[in-house]
């Protein structure tokens, strides 16, 4: 696919609701999440970048990622984050355009949690924003995994504010209604990219 819709969101707000229902109209989906771990998967040039400056201690038994150990080192020392980011976001950005590309759609999702964050709008053609006020994404979240309500709070203050995403967003899905009724929205949506990307 040549057209590229970034779809984001804050924690809890139903990005993955929303992409499998684009999957679900035969819209191929990239998500950020998984291309992020494929660049340091077992035997990667990024896992052996990272083994190179860290040593064979970042590594498990098997080896793959310490992840534990490398969030602790990178917890430690600026320079060392710093140069994990310089290492990583150029992969996972070069990944992540590579398959767009690559899968047979007549555009393509790419799904990424910090989209305007990592400035990664900059390489889409459209972003979309699921939104949901702060108190229903503590609460969705919650409900989905054992977190605390204080540790959702850090990660959504972690994240770019929800009047910034929308004032960024070129469309915006408001999921605070019922699931069922998310799919009448992704529809509209789904047409509207359909002739978008056939002007490209
Ligand atoms: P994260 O970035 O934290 O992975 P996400 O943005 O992908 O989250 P989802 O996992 O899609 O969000 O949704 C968060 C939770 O809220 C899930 O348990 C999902 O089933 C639920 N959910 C999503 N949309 C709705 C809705 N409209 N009504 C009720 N629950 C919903």
């Excluded at 969030?71 to 992969?91: T, V, Y």
């Amino acid at each position: 696919a040549d057209y590229i819709v970034g779809l984001t969101g804050g924690i809890g707000s139903g990005k993955t609701t929303v992409a499998n229902l684009f999957a679900e109209l035969g819209i191929a989906l990239v998500d950020a999440d998984v291309v992020a771990r494929d660049v340091v998967s077992k035997n990667s040039t990024g896992l052996k970048a990272i083994t190179r400056r860290f040593g064979t201690k970042i590594l498990l038994a098997d080896g793959n990622l310490d992840r534990s150990a490398l969030r602790e080192r990178i917890f430690n020392s600026d320079k060392d984050r710093l140069w994990l980011n310089d290492l990583l976001h150029p992969l996972i950005r070069q990944n992540m355009l590579q398959q767009c590309k690559e899968v047979q759609s007549n555009y393509v999702i790419m799904v990424v949690p910090l989209l305007f964050e990592n400035g990664l709008d900059r390489l889409v053609h459209r972003t979309l924003l699921v939104d949901i006020p702060p108190e229903l994404q503590q609460q969705r979240t919650i409900a989905r995994d054992a977190v605390s309500a204080k540790q959702v709070q850090n990660i959504i203050g972690s994240q770019a504010t929800r009047a910034d995403k929308l004032s960024k967003a070129d469309d915006v899905i408001d999921n605070q209604g019922e699931i069922s009724a998310l799919k009448c929205k992704v529809n509209a949506l789904h047409t509207l990219y359909l002739h978008l990307s056939s002007e490209a």
